[in-house]
Structure formats: structure tokens, C-alpha cells
């Protein structure tokens, strides 16, 4: 399995980014596709997940709101649609393949892509 994430970069406060996560697999066969982040010198957390059988999702605290996420069966694809971003939101966002709706059992992993926030 390979996931490959893009559409990282620089981005001011307040505004929005979009990554996407292509996947070398049919996702609709993962069941449930999601993002984690990692910031410098912290833990990984789970930000967003998905089912790409039901369409049902989850979403941590900090990004209720302000992040939506999707999936694309037909394309493999799983996008993080991010608004109204915080400088707190920096970090290395990664794909992954998830066994857990609630996001607590990932095992496949993209490379990570990062996203900076800062006027």
C-alpha cells in the first residue's frame, strides 16, 4: 500500500489549504482513511477520519469546524480540506490507512507533507 500526500505549504492565518492523498489501492477495500499530524516536538494526533463505505467521519477537537474531510472512491483519493487556519495547526500532516473510525488504529503511513502557518 502506498499513499502519497500533496498540497502542503505556506499559509497566513485565517487562511485555507487543501491536501490531498493518493493512494496506490483501491481505498474503498481500506474502510476507513484518515490524517494525523505531527508538530515539532510533539506527539502524533490524530486530526480526521473517514469511511469510504458509509461516508461517516470523525474529527478531533482542535479542528471541529474548520476541517472537512472526503473521500473519492472512484479517484483513490482522500482530501483535508483546512479553513480558517491557526498557526497551532503547523506541522507534518500525514495519510494514512485506519482500521478505527475514531482514528486509533492506523497502519499504513504516507511520507508526511508540511503545512506552515505564519503571517
Known amino acids: 500500500v502506498q499513499l502519497v500526500e500533496s498540497g502542503g505549504g505556506l499559509v497566513q492565518p485565517g487562511g485555507s489549504l487543501r491536501l490531498s492523498c493518493a493512494a496506490s489501492?483501491?481505498?474503498?477495500?481500506?474502510?476507513?482513511m484518515g490524517w494525523y499530524r505531527q508538530a515539532s516536538g510533539k506527539q502524533r494526533e490524530a486530526v480526521s477520519c473517514?469511511?469510504?463505505?458509509?461516508?461517516?467521519?470523525y474529527y478531533a477537537d482542535s479542528v471541529k469546524g474548520r476541517f472537512t474531510i472526503s473521500s473519492d472512491n472512484a479517484e483513490n483519493t482522500v482530501t483535508l480540506q483546512m479553513n480558517s487556519v491557526k498557526p497551532e495547526d503547523t506541522a507534518v500532516y500525514y495519510c494514512?490507512?485506519?482500521?478505527?473510525?475514531?482514528?486509533?488504529?492506523?497502519?499504513?503511513w504516507g511520507q508526511g507533507t508540511q503545512v506552515t502557518v505564519s503571517s
Open positions: 489501492e483501491k481505498i474503498f477495500s481500506f474502510n476507513v
Open positions: 473517514i469511511s469510504s463505505r458509509d461516508g461517516s467521519t
Open positions: 494514512v490507512r485506519e482500521h478505527s473510525i475514531n482514528c486509533e488504529d492506523p497502519d499504513y
